[in-house]
């Protein structure tokens, strides 16, 4: 069993020649799907970034995967435990607060998801093994992707 990184920037050993046409964005995406498919699992960064919740990248990453039924593992890093779940980071990115029902809503008065989970339910949900690491530097704490790798690894034996 080995473990190897891949980037959407990696090039692919049987790039398809009419690809060199296509502007960059495209040659990027068209790689990141390859490399994806070509992978017997993966682990996702669910870390916040610009916002409550992850890259959209990683949600792409990970949903293409989930169609593939090959396992995902996932992290999310936070500064503190009070941004552990979805809904508070909502509640404090966009505003959102609970109705007379007690219902989370943004600004916009929809529902925001309220499961108690760390990130979205349709991500959270797919990841075979799950954590969350309370850090002093989220974006860059790399414990979270050290303990899905050895999870991955358990999983593969």
Avoid: K
């Amino acid at each position: 069993f080995r473990l190897t990184g891949v980037s959407p920037l990696d090039p692919l050993a049987d790039e398809p020649e009419a690809w060199s046409a296509l502007p960059e964005w495209r040659r990027i995406a068209l790689r990141n799907e390859a490399h994806i498919r070509s992978c017997a699992a993966v682990v996702a960064n669910l870390t916040p970034f610009r916002g409550p919740s992850c890259a959209s990248a990683a949600a792409f990453e990970a949903g293409v995967l989930a169609g593939l039924g090959r396992p995902l593992m996932a992290y999310v890093n936070v500064a503190d435990e009070s941004e552990a779940e979805y809904v508070d980071r909502v509640e404090v990115h966009v505003g959102a607060q609970r109705d007379e029902h007690g219902v989370w809503r943004d600004g916009d008065g929809c529902v925001v998801e309220d499961f108690g989970l760390p990130e979205t339910l349709m991500l959270w949900a797919e990841a075979r093994r799950l954590f969350v690491i309370i850090t002093d530097d989220p974006l860059h704490d790399l414990t979270g992707l050290e303990m899905c790798l050895e999870a991955l690894a358990l999983y593969a034996e």
